[in-house]
């Protein structure tokens, strides 16, 4: 997918059809609004776990592991969201947000220095909570049918990883380097058929990172 995706795929349902602009340049919450407002939107605000997820998602998918900016900022003596929206969905660390750290929110693993600008000073930032990533992680998934009349077939029911780090490699036979499918990135609810030349197909995981994403599902056939 591209940086701008629907969010009505991620609503189960909903008519909502938003669209999600990441800007990966370094910019203070004031001029980071501005540029939204700009465009005729906000810095995003979040209602609930499915849009928490997805921000996560596309951000690590992008390499910005540092976190990114959330449209929650303080104002008259409580947090509230730069669209004006309900403030419902608080998933931040206990004690979080605070406003020792700042009036403005992102969402991240490390406290991050000189992202908002309020009264000509520089103010640290915290966040809902980011995680970290799991580290590097290879495993492979031999599957062979004892009829080698047959030939395997691989179907992935969901797939979800970061882009930037993690990819499902799929190979012809138990031991050969023919590569019949690579995947990496979100597919969701997407079924993809892989089928190999004979009764036997091999899966090698490879996750370099691996945080903030669901993994993906697979079910083995033979025919």
Avoid at 122 to 135: C, L, N, Y
């Amino acid at each position: 997918s591209g940086i701008c995706d629907t969010y009505d795929l991620l609503q189960q349902g909903k008519i909502d059809d938003l669209c999600y602009l990441l800007n990966t340049k370094i910019t203070a919450v004031p001029q980071a609004e501005a540029v939204c407002e700009s465009q005729r939107a906000h810095i995003s605000p979040i209602h609930d776990q499915a849009l928490n997820d997805f921000i996560k998602r596309t951000a690590v998918g992008y390499g910005l592991t540092n976190g990114v900016h959330i449209g929650l900022k303080y104002v008259n003596d409580k947090y509230v969201w730069s669209d004006g929206s309900e403030t419902d969905y608080l998933n931040f660390s206990p004690g979080f947000p605070d406003i020792d750290f700042g009036e403005c929110v992102a969402m991240g693993i490390n406290l991050f220095p000189g992202e908002c600008y309020f009264y000509g000073q520089k103010i640290r930032v915290f966040s809902p909570t980011w995680g970290s990533a799991t580290g590097p992680a290879l495993c492979d998934y031999p599957l062979m049918d004892l009829d080698k009349s047959k030939n395997d077939t691989v179907e992935i029911l969901f797939f979800e990883s970061n882009s930037c780090c993690d990819t499902l490699t799929i190979y012809d036979g138990l031991f050969g380097a023919k590569v019949l499918k690579t995947l990496t990135g979100y597919y969701g609810l997407t079924s993809i058929n892989v089928t190999a030349s004979s009764n036997a197909i091999r899966m090698e995981w490879n996750a370099k990172s691996g945080a903030h994403v669901t993994g993906w599902h697979a079910k083995v056939s033979s025919a």
